[in-house]
């Protein structure tokens, strides 16, 4: 039947994509039902086109600094609406590189959006698609507003991601709520294009979630390069008029009102779990709406599988990635390595970057863990010094006895490249010293991390 | 030309073999039949033979030393001839096989090496005992003092992390309930603690004890076990033994009540035959003869020698093999024939005052009576109260094989004849 597959995906993004990858390798039949462009979020209007993006933002902080440097590059001309191009073509390029990989892995694509039926079926227009041993569901997330504050996204003013991605122009002032990795990145981005950007958070620091020096660390590089940044803060009311936003802000007991051209909702994400079938399939949700899953990502209808954001947090792609493919394996009749949840690193693309694996040292406090923090600043490290990129650190949190790392955090130039090392270390228990006695090229900012882990171990040699 | 002697399997379960003690020296001549050494296996001591004639060369295992099975021990060479790179090193089977293990029950620990063992030319093979483990978790082990072969890695490749570690329990740790029944003899291996200071002290596993702690493993997790607990009346029984001892008087040997109760338990089985049986995965098999395996106490563990075809012995002669199997198992003579087989078993731990207990199966037997002491006891006999000697057995059965009601009928068919030995001349 031309309609049965051994797998069937709903939903062709991060997740969905190397799910099906994997599956098709592990020789088994496999469709991808997808509504809008493959690579879903992540490769259209998420990691891959901000990335794109946040390279402009840097060439032009770069050559404005370049003077010192020994290069003169003139007065420095911005243009959004061609970095936006730029970063378009770059998506596409991705898109299309999954669309390439589908066909090479003869995965079946279906344009449309899927609703799922019982019996493991998947309707997409009149069609309906059967899957012989597993639907795996994989819808992803979208941005969502502050409705009750009446801050509904209109895409013109108060506008989310999807649409700072196609604007044309950079706002002359933008209000960024929310300073979790979206939030920072467009704060860094907008404001190398020349607008005044004021970043809000309502929690206590930017970037909340990271450690509390990495959080103070942006903080005060934001400041300095004339981002204001407002944490703690409420946002009360918003007013959008047809060329403006009105913000009223409460921070540190004080009201403020604040007027921007657009605001940039930067604040969480809804899953998209709606008019997809799941309760006519028996697929329950979660109180926070993710869909429920046992550990071996199985939903509550037997068959089911949920990968990627919907099977709940981490929100990030490359959990996805992973809980595709180990579905994918599990659906094979394989047993998958256990996915190592508290091994997800976590990247903000700013800059400086911020990467981190394990827990923050509060979260070492408040779990009372016997731990020993080793720091090593990129300013004593030759290469920053060499590329200009002195802000930023490494600190690695070890366990007291036996030196597992429990926690690693980098700020700095390259420090989404410089995390794994880490990463690899944790999967693979390695402790401090493994991490120490591995010789580390001279000079590279990844030095830093030995000496971070000689530090822990009150070793440290280049400080 | 030269023979390499190696260490032979010596019994179907064994992995390593411990040199006791060598009977044939460097230069020793030797035929062919001829003991070389005695080896401890996992079940007993056996003797390691020469498989050709000539001359004991390069012995390569000292008195005390663990090797894996397959390993050479020593070669025996023609006489004058030159030994060449024939032998290669024996491989160490465990870390700590030199003679230093404390409450040792061979040899002397600290014998010395029978011969100066001179450096042999070839390249030790690969040490096939290298544990695949995390550095933390070698860390963690270290430690704790946990034996990272002992332990069950569930990383990639069987390698052992961190997880495992933290599950494996800690020496001095409590065994679990399973082995406290299994090995509840109170032979005290661990010496009392010296005033070194030490929390703890670390005791290698002996190969019966690593024997018994596998096998058990895959008796009450895997099998579902279910107890069917009776009291019997032993008067009879009590009047039967006496008499037969007096009977048998001086012609030497007596009957125990041990011996009557595998009589009994025989015999129960022969009408019972549901419950004479292995569990064999796909089939169970049902056992035409009766053997009975019964529970020794020995140093450092336990092992069930067996009474073959004990429906067909008279109690004079299970009274007699019983006492000689039970005798040769405790000084770990027995061979592997005299230890395998059994269709059902009997372990008594009466005379340790212990009222009740429960055994665990030893697969694939399908069942085993445990046996409690018998005692005076103040019952109603009759409508009246009487003073009668009674006794508690406990079955245990693996319910793939055995359902209540079929043990519960055995189980009264060996009470009736408990009750009333005669009716085992039926």
Excluded at chain 1, 172 to 201: Q, R, W
Excluded at chain 2, 390 to 395: A, G, H, N, Q, S
Aim: charged residues 25%; proline residues 5%.
């Amino acid at each position: 039947m031309a309609n049965s597959f051994d797998v069937i995906i709903l939903g062709g993004g991060p997740a969905g994509y190397v799910a099906a990858i994997r599956a098709a390798q592990l020789g088994l039949s496999t469709a991808v039902i997808e509504k809008e462009k493959l690579g879903g979020v992540c490769v259209n209007i998420g990691c891959i086109p901000t990335k794109a993006l946040l390279h402009s933002a840097y060439i032009a902080s770069l050559l404005r600094e370049a003077k010192e440097f020994g290069v003169e590059a003139g007065a420095v001309k911005t243009d959004y609406g061609v970095a936006m191009q730029r970063s378009r073509k770059v998506s596409d390029q991705n898109s299309k590189g999954v669309e390439f990989l589908m066909k090479k892995n003869k995965v079946t694509v279906v344009k449309g959006a899927g609703v799922l039926q019982s019996g493991r079926k998947v309707k997409v227009g009149n069609d309906v698609y059967e899957a012989k041993k597993a639907v795996l569901i994989a819808t992803g997330s979208r941005v969502k507003g502050l409705p009750q504050i009446g801050l509904e996204i209109n895409k013109t003013t108060v506008i989310s991601s999807d649409e700072a991605l196609f604007l044309e122009k950079a706002p002359a002032s933008m209000a960024i709520i929310g300073a979790g990795a979206v939030g920072m990145e467009f704060a860094n981005i907008f404001h190398a294009f020349g607008t005044k950007v004021i970043l809000i958070e309502a929690l206590p620091r930017i970037l909340p979630l990271e450690d509390a020096e990495a959080s103070d660390t942006l903080a005060k590089s934001y400041k300095k390069r004339g981002i204001e940044v407002i944490a703690g803060a409420k946002v009360k009311k918003g007013t959008a008029a047809k060329d403006k936003v009105t913000l009223e802000v409460e921070a540190s007991g004080a009201t403020q009102k604040i007027e921007v051209a657009t605001v940039l909702m930067a604040a969480g994400r809804a899953v998209n779990t709606e008019n997809i079938g799941l309760a006519e399939c028996g697929v329950q949700v979660t109180d926070r709406g993710f869909i429920k899953v046992d550990q071996n990502l199985q939903t509550t209808a037997p068959g089911y599988y949920a990968i990627g954001d919907v099977a709940g947090p981490p929100m990030l792609a490359h959990k996805g990635m992973r809980e595709g493919v180990t579905v994918a394996e599990l659906v094979a009749g394989k047993k998958p390595h256990p996915i190592k949840y508290d091994n997800v690193p976590s990247v903000t693309y700013c800059h400086p970057e911020v990467a981190s694996i394990g827990l923050t040292e509060d979260q070492c406090k408040e779990r009372k863990l016997d731990y020993v923090a080793g720091r090593f600043p990129f300013s004593a490290n030759g290469r920053a010094r060499g590329t200009g990129e002195t802000e930023g650190f490494v600190k690695i949190l070890r366990d007291k006895k036996y030196g597992e790392i429990v926690g690693a955090h980098i700020v700095g130039g390259h420090a989404s490249e410089i995390i794994h090392e880490l990463a690899v270390a944790r999967e693979n228990e390695y402790t401090v010293e493994e991490v120490e006695l591995a010789i580390h090229a001279h000079p590279t900012m990844s030095e830093a991390v030995a000496q971070a882990a000689l530090d822990s171990l009150g070793r440290v040699v280049d400080m | 030309m030269a023979t390499n002697v190696y260490m032979e399997a010596l019994s179907p379960t064994m992995e390593e073999g411990r040199v006791v003690k060598w009977h044939k020296r460097d230069g020793d001549p030797v035929k062919t039949g001829e003991t070389l050494a005695e080896v401890e296996t996992d079940k007993a001591v056996m003797d390691l033979v020469a498989r050709a004639d000539g001359v004991l060369r390069q012995v390569a295992a000292a008195e005390g030393q663990t090797v894996a099975v397959g390993s050479v021990v020593a070669v025996i060479v023609a006489p004058g001839e030159n030994v060449g790179a024939t032998a290669a090193a024996a491989t160490p089977a465990t870390s700590s096989g030199s003679g230093k293990r404390e409450g040792g029950n061979v040899a002397t620990a600290a014998a010395p090496a029978p011969v100066a063992v001179a450096p042999l030319p070839t390249v030790a093979p690969a040490d096939a005992t290298r544990v695949k483990a995390s550095p933390l978790a070698r860390r963690m082990a270290k430690e704790a003092g946990v034996d990272l072969k002992l332990v069950t890695g569930s990383g990639p490749g069987g390698r052992v992390v961190k997880k495992d570690l933290e599950r494996a329990p800690s020496p001095g740790t409590p065994a679990a309930p399973g082995a406290t029944v299994a090995a509840p003899f109170p032979v005290s291996r661990v010496l009392p603690p010296e005033r070194t200071g030490a929390a703890y002290q670390d005791v290698p596993l002996t190969q019966i004890r690593k024997t018994i702690a596998k096998r058990l493993a895959t008796s009450l997790g895997p099998i579902p076990h279910f107890f069917l607990t009776t009291e019997v009346d032993m008067e009879r029984a009590s009047e039967a033994r006496d008499a037969l001892n007096k009977q048998l008087g001086d012609q030497g040997g007596k009957v125990s009540f041990n011996d009557i109760i595998i009589k009994a338990t025989a015999h129960a089985l022969t009408k019972h035959p549901a419950c004479n049986a292995w569990f064999q995965e796909d089939h169970i098999r049902y056992w035409h003869e009766v053997h009975i395996g019964m529970a020794v106490a020995v140093e450092d563990g336990l092992i069930t020698p067996v009474i073959r075809n004990a429906e067909l012995q008279s109690l004079a002669d299970i009274g007699r093999e019983a006492k000689e199997l039970a005798e040769r198992a405790r000084n770990r003579r027995l061979q592997p024939n005299e230890y395998t087989g059994a269709t059902f078993s009997v372990s008594n731990l009466g005379m340790f005052d212990i009222d009740q207990f429960t055994a665990v199966i030893n697969p694939p037997e399908a069942g085993i009576i445990a046996v409690g002491s018998i005692v005076q006891k103040a019952v109603v006999v009759d409508g009246q109260p009487a003073v009668r000697r009674r006794m508690r057995i406990t079955m245990s059965c693996d319910h793939r094989v055995i359902d209540g009601a079929t043990g519960a009928a055995f189980l009264k068919t060996l009470k009736q004849m408990l009750e009333n030995p005669l009716a085992m001349l039926l």
